[in-house]
């Protein structure tokens, strides 16, 4: 279809114009919760934290939530690190140092230091944000932005402020309906017509469902909205109780609910439908997350001009296919394709390559995840598979189609998803104390 004019001046501008800032976002801050191991990652998760897995061919899962501050006009953001924070911390110093802290705008990265006289690591949500109040109250928000760092959507968090602000809430928690068979992972939710929460429960074995809505459940985004001066005297009287797990999901919000003013703010598209949010906290959600950027129209659309998803781009020549003899043939069909990637006389089927990937000839890649600097030999028919960085799949390797041969060298999900590392094939690319991470 050919495009307008206007579209054509559009897509030929130099420059991206996200929502300029505002009043409203100038006296908001971001805070990222950043420091999650996400141990039901598995292996994925043994050298890097959970916001840095890679995903959808060149980013890391934290660019979304931040992308989405960006994007929104909210320029003053701090992440909060802790679990093996150094391949987040790098990328942050390499994607996210564009913004000129001199006018107050900046990605400022907290890492976990002991700050208050118990000289404990974060104890959970709530106490890694008190562990860092004097922060907070330096920047003067009048209102904080609290996001979880493993968590892929796009998001107008503009919308979400202004909502809170018209409501008069003292804490805004952003919703998403799911069916109730999956709610049991979330915080789920009740609310009355006028969208105030009147139960919250934090991954209950039974979840209410929706009223009217049968199989349908209310839960948390694990997007917040606190107005400063409810936030700041929360955070202290939770720190003060030797009861609390000191998380917003299981302490915070259910013990406020009664008191304060809590507002369900709910994530949807123009035509009232849920919009996209996924929380990829298990392998095959994470697999599954991917699969969708391969289809035709994903709902989660990377190629939105209008709401780009920041990163830091390594720099490789473009991907290159060769080869074009019968049954020695360099193609990809419906996948996403990372640049310095040689496809040589190999076929890659709805499966998605990260940067610096080698696929060489005869090999067949199918419904896989094949992260950065993986090298797959000849001959290889891999399907439903996830490779992990730097992975070196020797010729003939067949991984996919045998999973109780699988299961024996590598990981095998539950749902048949497979995960293979390099130290399940013996290629020890780390020095360790110990053996937990061998597969």
Not at 96 to 119: C, D, N, S, Y
Not at 354 to 366: D, H, R
């Amino acid at each position: 279809m050919t495009i307008s004019k206007d579209e054509q001046e559009r897509l030929y501008r130099y420059y991206t114009e996200p929502k300029m800032v505002t009043g409203l976002t100038r006296r908001t801050l971001a805070l990222v919760l950043a420091g999650g191991e996400g141990s039901r990652l598995k292996h994925l998760t043994a050298w890097r934290a959970k916001p840095a897995v890679p995903i959808g061919g060149k980013y890391r899962i934290i660019d979304f939530p931040l992308s989405n501050c960006v994007n929104s006009g909210i320029r003053r953001i701090g992440v909060l690190t802790q679990y093996k924070s150094h391949s987040l911390i790098r990328h942050l110093q390499r994607a996210w140092g564009f913004m000129r802290a001199e006018i107050g705008e900046f990605v400022e990265i907290l890492p976990a230091q002991q700050r208050t006289h118990k000289k404990e690591w974060y104890q959970g949500t709530a106490d890694a944000l008190f562990q860092n109040i004097d922060i907070v109250q330096r920047h003067h928000p009048e209102y904080v932005l609290v996001l979880g760092g493993d968590h892929v959507y796009t998001m107008d968090y503009s919308a979400m402020l202004l909502h809170h602000v018209q409501t008069g809430a003292d804490f805004t928690v952003g919703s998403i309906e799911v069916p109730v068979a999956e709610a049991s992972s979330f915080g789920v939710m009740s609310v009355d017509e006028k969208m105030r929460i009147t139960h919250f429960a934090e991954k209950p074995e039974n979840p209410d469902c929706i009223p009217g809505k049968p199989g349908t459940a209310l839960v948390s985004t694990g997007i917040y909205v606190f107005s400063k001066d409810f936030l700041y005297k929360t955070l202290v009287e939770d720190a003060g109780n030797p009861r609390s797990s000191h998380d917003f999901g299981k302490d915070i919000i259910p013990a406020s609910i009664a008191s304060a003013r809590a507002i369900a703010f709910p994530f949807r598209k123009q035509d009232g439908q849920p919009a996209y949010w996924r929380d990829v906290g298990t392998l095959h959600s994470y697999w599954q997350t991917n699969m969708e950027l391969c289809s035709i129209e994903p709902e989660l659309n990377l190629y939105n001009r209008d709401w780009p998803i920041w990163t830091y781009q390594p720099q490789f020549p473009p991907a290159k296919f060769i080869f074009d003899d019968e049954g020695r043939r360099g193609e990809a069909i419906d996948s996403l394709i990372a640049g310095g990637c040689i496809l040589s006389g190999a076929r890659v089927k709805r499966s998605v390559l990260f940067f610096a990937t080698t696929v060489e000839n005869c090999s067949l890649i199918k419904d896989s995840v094949i992260l950065p600097k993986v090298n797959i030999g000849r001959n290889c028919r891999i399907s439903r598979a996830i490779i992990d960085k730097g992975t070196v799949i020797p010729d003939g390797t067949v991984i996919g189609e045998d999973l109780v041969e699988d299961a024996r060298r590598f990981h095998v999900t539950d749902e048949g998803i497979v995960l293979v590392t390099p130290a399940m094939l013996g290629q020890n690319l780390y020095a360790r104390w110990q053996d937990e991470f061998d597969g």
